[in-house]
């Protein structure tokens, strides 16, 4: 065959291809995931984007997205879709900075039933939809056999109350010939993600649900109380440096759980990953509900969040983002990505081949917590950043012997009190606008 | 003709005023206004007076944030002008290699604050840190001959050694300072100190006398933009307390206080009433600079 008719037939594919993809919608989708978390939802997006010809999506990691995403949508350039997280939905909504989604979810029989009740209930406020959730997540106890076999203790036993932790934390902690601590059985700062929310284990609340903060409940301030007992046992200096030298890393060989250090953290579903990742190879860890300060005379407390996928407001493709996040939500694709992810699916209902092909050995544990009576999630308040914010701060001295458990708190209590005051306040006097707005946006396009 | 030469000048000065009033005159003017509101960028403000001023006296966060920022003020500023103008003095002497030396003490200011700020995070750990293995024998020297028992600090864990911390992070950045003082340094007139030895004058007397009043214009200059970086100084602080407060928000200044409130709290009318402050503040100090100036600076005219 002579080059100009191989040469046209090129630019005629080529010319084809272009109109065809020039006729597709194009999604943009800003995700906040790196590593393999972003690899496992590029799959679901290419599956999406093979399953029909009229829609793309293109998917991009943002950092810091839940302030790029606000001033994305000032700046009327939002993208289609977002995936932020369950925390972020009042101050989104109560900004009006979302689309609502009953309609849409009414169009696709999406329905509450359809979730975990702990699940659905973070991607709704003020009585609307506003997101469906990818990634839920649980958090409990993961703890090391064999350090447990090492000091004496039933491997196979975890502590099923604070009491019993502490028990276990003296047997197992240890200290090398050169008298610094070479092991430790618990630290409530490793790895110190969930430092504002210990009060659930102790039976406190971090709000009434009514716009009153809860900072000063009791059973807050004897959570602070135990968060102070250690370094008030094993030193302020030698546990501040034990954790220093680990660099505060959680995905990585030096993070003391996984090197072996920490015989029991409170970690979420993802830390199997890191384990298989940065562990040695020959580590034995058993995971079950984390302690609470009643034992087992309560149900086992967890907190629950999610990963959620919105629309945010003025994006000019709400039929097709829904569409997209519909997609995601399918029980086959919920549940490839959940597993990718090495979490529980949201679903009620749950395939037995995810069960059985799930990486996580322990996964049923955690699905199992999110719905326990006791699960919980952080207060759906506007201010939940400054809450959570303030009492990490404050937390922070506590653990360092610069603040009571009690002014801790009451710091906290006291400011955030007024700027959720002030919050009420403002959604008092834009309510009835907002709602009626989203009466009106609230159509299937 | 004067009014064709006027606007023959205002036409060269255009992009600038256009520049000025959309980067500068208009968020002034807008931060005014919005620091009477209860404003969250993505809703219409709300006017509410003068209540974020009457918040901003009772925030004790705020005081602590402006008192971390003049002490920065108070403790780097004049630390740095005379770490650059040591630098700069050794830098201008005949010595062999002076060329690589000025180049190893210019390259700390071309990496990036945030990196700067990440090695130093790791060079101040209290276990396993640079600076407490290098001070670990000195440490171990003093307690032998005075039978204490000094170990190092847990320096960004403890809120006066995470204030010193920052002062020493910053100082890396005075690169840019020094060479400006060699290259003012290098244009002051050889007869001035030629005149000098002729009387009879000691080095010291030499840079006392001459080089320092020669070069008081520059001085100047630098201690006015180092007052304003000081003031507005955010990135090191930052990273070096992760993110967060630092120990006893130690490490909370005025501009990451404005950071927090604008796009992490959803406060922008708190945090446009913060800005104004700052802005107050650095506008009055460095007037009074201007006014003090002019009995320290000196004029070749004079």
Redesign the interface.
């Known amino acids: 065959m002579s080059r100009p008719p191989i040469l046209a037939s090129c630019v005629c594919s080529i010319l084809l291809a272009a109109s065809a993809q020039a006729e597709r919608v194009i999604i943009d989708y800003w995700e906040k995931w790196t590593g393999f978390e972003r690899e496992s939802m590029e799959a679901i997006v290419s599956k999406f984007n093979a399953s029909q010809d009229r829609i793309e999506v293109r998917y991009s990691s943002i950092s810091q997205i839940d302030?790029k995403l606000?001033?994305a949508?000032?700046g009327r350039k939002p993208p289609d879709v977002a995936g932020i997280w369950s925390y972020n939905i009042p101050?989104y909504v109560e900004?009006?900075?979302l689309h609502p989604l009953d309609a849409l979810c009414r169009e696709y029989n999406i329905k509450a039933e359809d979730y975990l009740p702990s699940v659905w209930r973070l991607c709704t406020y003020h009585d609307r939809i506003w997101a469906l959730p990818t990634t839920p997540a649980a958090v409990a106890l993961y703890w090391n056999k064999k350090l447990f076999r090492e000091a004496g203790l039933d491997p196979e036993k975890p502590p099923t109350s604070i009491e019993e932790l502490e028990q276990f934390n003296e047997k197992i902690t240890a200290r090398s010939s050169d008298g610094r601590y070479r092991v430790f059985g618990h630290l409530p700062e490793e790895p110190g993600w969930f430092r504002s929310s210990w009060g659930y284990w102790f039976g406190g609340h971090l709000w009434d649900g009514h716009g009153h903060i809860t900072a000063t409940d009791p059973g807050n301030r004897r959570a602070l109380e135990w968060v102070e007992s250690y370094p008030r046992r094993f030193g302020v200096?030698e546990v501040?440096?034990f954790l220093?030298?680990s660099?505060?890393v959680t995905s990585s060989s030096a993070n003391p759980f996984i090197s072996g250090r920490v015989a029991m953290v409170l970690q979420g579903p993802w830390e199997w990953k890191f384990l298989q990742r940065f562990g040695s190879g020959d580590l034995e860890i058993g995971v079950a509900p984390f302690p609470s300060l009643a034992g087992s005379k309560e149900p086992p407390v967890t907190l629950v969040e999610s990963d959620i996928l919105v629309v945010p407001?003025g994006s000019p493709h709400i039929k097709e983002a829904f569409e997209f996040i519909a997609f995601v939500n399918r029980q086959e694709n919920i549940e490839q990505f959940c597993s990718a992810q090495c979490n529980f699916s949201p679903l009620v209902k749950v395939s037995d081949t995810f069960w059985k092909n799930h990486p996580h050995p322990y996964i049923r544990v955690f699905y199992d917590l999110a719905r326990s009576p006791g699960a919980v999630s952080p207060p759906q308040i506007?201010?939940w950043?400054?809450y959570r914010?303030q009492l990490?701060?404050n937390i922070?001295?506590v653990w360092?012997l610069?603040l009571t458990p009690s002014a801790a708190l009451e710091d906290v209590q006291h400011r955030v009190q007024q700027?959720l005051d002030?919050k009420v306040q403002?959604w008092e006097?834009?309510k009835d606008t907002l709602r009626q707005e989203w009466n009106k946006e609230d159509v299937v396009p | 003709m004067k009014d064709r030469n006027t606007l023959r000048a205002l036409c060269f000065i255009l992009p600038w005023l256009i520049g000025f009033g959309v980067t500068l005159l208009y968020p002034l003017i807008s931060a005014f206004y919005y620091s009477f509101c209860d404003y969250s960028v993505l809703t219409p403000p709300v006017y509410v007076g003068t209540r974020n001023y009457t918040d901003l006296f009772t925030d004790h966060l705020f005081w602590l944030a402006l008192r971390n920022s003049i002490f920065f003020v108070i403790v780097y500023l004049p630390l740095s002008i005379f770490v650059s103008l040591l630098l700069a003095m050794l830098l201008n002497l005949r010595v062999p290699g002076k060329g690589l030396l000025r180049t190893i003490f210019f390259l700390p200011t071309v990496v990036p604050m945030v990196c700067l700020a990440v090695v130093w995070q790791w060079m101040l750990k209290g276990d396993g840190g640079l600076v407490n293995m290098l001070l670990t024998p000195v440490f171990h020297l003093v307690n032998d001959l005075l039978g204490t028992q000094l170990t190092g600090p847990n320096w960004l864990l403890e809120p006066n050694t995470a204030r010193v911390s920052l002062v020493f992070a910053s100082l890396w950045t005075t690169g840019n300072t020094v060479l400006i003082y060699l290259a003012a340094l290098q244009n002051v007139p050889t007869q001035l100190y030629e005149c000098a030895e002729l009387e009879g004058a000691s080095s010291f007397q030499k840079y006392r006398h001459i080089a320092l009043p020669a070069i008081s214009p520059v001085i100047f200059y630098t201690v006015a933009g180092g007052l304003i970086g000081c003031l507005q100084t955010f990135a090191i602080p930052y990273v070096l307390a992760g993110g967060t407060q630092g120990p006893k928000d130690s490490l909370l200044f005025l501009s990451s206080y404005i950071f927090q409130n604008a796009f992490q709290y959803w406060n922008m009318g708190y945090a446009c009433t913060l800005s104004l402050v700052l802005f107050v503040l650095i506008l009055g100090c460095t007037m009074l600079l201007v006014k003090f100036s002019s009995k320290v600076v000196y004029k070749a005219a004079d």
């Open positions: 302030l606000m001033l949508i000032a101050v900004n009006n900075a200096r501040s440096s220093e030298s660099s505060n407001a506007p201010d950043n400054l914010a990490d701060q922070k001295e360092n610069r700027d002030r403002r006097a834009i």
